[in-house]
C-alpha cells in the first residue's frame, strides 16, 4: 500500500526558511514522479515542484521558481522541499503524492490529477 508522510511546516516569519520532507512506503521512489502541491485557505490544491523518478526532470511553478528547490534521498525513501524567502502567500497546507501510475511522466505537466494517493499534509504559515 502507497504511503506518504508530510512534515517539517510551521510558523515562519517572511524571509525565513523552511525544510519539508515527504517520507513514502510501500513504493519505490525510483518508479514514480513525485509533486508537491499546496492549498490555501479558500483556494484550490495548486502545483508547487515535482521531481521525477530519475531526478533528471524538476519543475517549479513560476510562484516559487528561484526561492524552493526540490531534492530526494532514495535510500532514504524521502523527497524534500526546501523554501527560502518565504511570502505570507506561500501560506498554505502542503502535500506531497506520486504520479498515479507505475513508470509515468506527470512532472511537466503537474495536473493534479495525475497524482495520488495524497499524505495528511503539513501546515506552513508565513507571518510576522
Known amino acids: 500500500q502507497l504511503q506518504l508522510v508530510e512534515s517539517g511546516g510551521g510558523l515562519v516569519q517572511p524571509g525565513g526558511s523552511l525544510r519539508l520532507s515527504c517520507t513514502v512506503s510501500?513504493?519505490?521512489?525510483?518508479?514514480?514522479?513525485i509533486g508537491w502541491f499546496r492549498q490555501a485557505p479558500g483556494k484550490e490544491r495548486e502545483g508547487v515542484s515535482c521531481?521525477?523518478?530519475?531526478?533528471?526532470?524538476?519543475k517549479y511553478a513560476d510562484s516559487v521558481n528561484g526561492r524552493f528547490t526540490i531534492s530526494k534521498d532514495s535510500a532514504k525513501n524521502t523527497v524534500y522541499l526546501q523554501m527560502d524567502s518565504l511570502k505570507p502567500e506561500d501560506t498554505a497546507i502542503y502535500y506531497c503524492?506520486?504520479?498515479?501510475?507505475?513508470?509515468?511522466?506527470?512532472?511537466?505537466?503537474?495536473?493534479?490529477?495525475?497524482?495520488?494517493?495524497w499524505g495528511q499534509g503539513t501546515q506552513v504559515t508565513v507571518s510576522s
Open positions: 521531481i521525477s523518478r530519475r531526478g533528471g526532470t524538476i
Open positions: 510501500g513504493f519505490s521512489l525510483d518508479y514514480y514522479d
Open positions: 503524492a506520486p504520479s498515479r501510475r507505475l513508470l509515468t511522466s506527470v512532472c511537466m505537466s503537474m495536473l493534479e490529477d495525475a497524482f495520488g494517493p
